[in-house]
């Protein structure tokens, strides 16, 4: 059991001694050290039988599983292949998040103990721990290499997209990058893209993170916080939970970086007919720009409306924000500033 980086853990929906024998199985794995964080799926088999035959209703075991126990959930039929590949899929996509989120956390960790020891400047204790984390992650896993420059190149920018579930994050990103919509929904564990587009004339690469929106990965939330330099915060216009889900995100990222960090929020299904909105655009735009001071964009994926846009605005923000603070770093005040903390850690070290 300790050897696992995943567990699926299998019941029968026509018989409550199963679930009681998966949950004592799962209490077992949460209770050792090792495997305590290790993602875990919960599957009802049986799902081609009559819904009569269930012993409990889908609702009910789906708010013990992902309400109290903070894990994903999944009914499927071995017998007619219904989402078997599936659960495999989010299984083998949370064991690479967790092992992502511990190899970060143990990097920093290093990072820290070399700090107390090292005469390192600010930036590179800001930004060491992820590239090396990133870099040799992807030797191992399904994703593109990507040699990241320094922070704020004018070349290559990482953006983290963020929001609630369903609200079209996955679907905006593959538009973009596939140029294609798909109609099926899948939770999003968390998927990374590197393409390039044309911004002002000139190719800029972007590290994309697409997000999941589910709560229980918001520690994979607050990792790609931490490594992002620029975020598209993305609501359903029909889904006014979404706003909120939104809201608290942008109040996440406010906290763990500054006030002025590029955030573009981005209103998708803007296809919806209007007595299907929960807000109009002009009230939202009102809200976004007035309120909280960023910029505000309406997108369909569906449509394919604005996509290519949503990225160009943020690159173009983000430039504006690391010229800005290159500038405030050059000023007398900001070398003084530096001379002083020069000195505090020279004092520190001796």
Known sequence: ?????????????????????????????????????????????????????????????????????????????????????DVFKIAMRGASSNFLLQAALDNRRLQHRRNANENLNTRNRSWTPAFAVFHSINMSLPTPSFHSSTSGSESSFRIAVMGASAVGKSAIVNRLIHGKFHRGYAATIQDRYITDIDVNGSRVMLDIFDTPGAYCFANVRRLAITNSEAFVLVYSVGDESSFENMAKIRDLIIQEKSEGVPILVVGNKSDLTTSDRFISKDKAYCMITNGWNHQYMETSAKDNVNVSEIFQLIVSQTRTYFHEKRRRMTTPAAALRRLSCKLRRSKTLN
């Open 1 to 85: 059991m300790v050897q696992a980086d995943a567990f699926i853990l299998v019941y029968s929906l026509v018989d409550r001694h199963s679930f009681k024998a998966v949950k004592d199985i799962r209490d077992q794995i949460v209770a050792i050290d090792k495997t305590r964080h290790a993602p875990i799926v919960i599957v009802g088999n049986k799902l081609d039988l009559k819904s009569r035959q269930r012993h409990v209703h889908r609702a009910l075991i789906e708010a013990v599983v992902k309400s109290k126990w903070g894990h994903e959930y999944m009914e499927v039929s071995s017998k007619t292949d219904m989402d078997v590949t």
